[in-house]
């Protein structure tokens, strides 16, 4: 199946830091998908990256997708205790088969 | 609009017990799937459908099956229950133009 490594896998940053985390994958992508799990919740999706390229940005949070769709990275500017949370890339190179990212813990410190 | 609906909440099986993981959706979705989510492990690609009647596997899909006899319905079997298999178990579907994902709330299921 296909291997999305995602790293890092726990970051613990002050109130106002920034925060990223990133996703590389070994073979090409169809397209690249960005979730976020609450403590106890479900994913919840954020965003789908599909272009060569392509950034997007939705508040505080920036993603981007590698010129080569290889590797996506999700930004975000002045963390708040809001972002709290799980977040996982999931990829797909044909069809509907989502492969996730092992995920990173965001833990935000007031 | 319910979204996508999952029970049981909570399960403890003893080891070699059968059990049903209920899955459904009033999305009129045709691809549904279901997922483990192992700490560390991130979310792992059970069995899936694209349809229904038709359904295939996952990454892991050893001790469990599934079946699709209407679009609404995913349901989840496991066979014989192992500890191995505890673990918290998402069912999803997707469709749309953004083909997002929704999940359902979960299910918790331990093996003793």
């Known amino acids: 199946g296909q291997q999305v490594m995602q790293i890092p896998q726990y970051q613990h940053v002050q109130e106002g830091e920034d925060f990223t985390t990133y996703c590389n994958s070994s073979?090409?992508?169809?397209?690249i998908q960005w979730y976020k799990q609450r403590p106890g919740g479900h994913p919840v999706f954020l965003i789908q990256?599909?272009?060569?390229?392509e950034v997007k940005k939705q508040k505080r949070l920036t993603f981007q997708f590698g010129e080569a769709k290889k590797n996506s990275s999700l930004h975000i500017t002045a963390t708040q205790t809001t972002d709290v949370g799980t977040y996982f890339c999931?990829?797909?190179?044909?069809?509907?088969?989502?492969?996730f990212g092992t995920g990173t813990s965001l833990t935000v410190i007031p | 609009n319910a979204g996508v609906t999952q029970t049981p909440k909570f399960q403890v099986l003893k080891t070699g017990q059968s059990m049903t993981l209920q899955c459904a959706q009033d999305?009129?979705?045709?691809?549904m799937s279901w997922y483990r989510q192992d700490p560390g492990m991130g979310l792992r690609l059970i069995h899936y459908?694209?349809?229904?009647?038709?359904?295939d596997q996952g990454e892991v899909p050893n001790g469990y099956n599934v079946s699709r006899s209407t679009t609404e319905d995913f349901p989840l079997r496991l066979l014989s229950a192992a500890p191995s298999q505890t673990s918290v178990y998402f069912c999803?579907?997707?469709?749309?133009?953004?083909?997002?994902?929704?999940f359902g709330p979960g299910t918790r299921l331990t093996v003793l």
């Open positions: 999931a990829a797909t190179n044909t069809g509907n088969q989502f492969y």
């Open positions: 073979t090409t992508l169809s397209n």
């Open positions: 990256l599909v272009k060569s390229g």
């Open positions: 999305m009129n979705h045709e691809y």
């Open positions: 459908s694209v349809g229904a009647g038709i359904t």
């Open positions: 999803a579907s997707n469709g749309g133009a953004r083909n997002e994902q929704f």
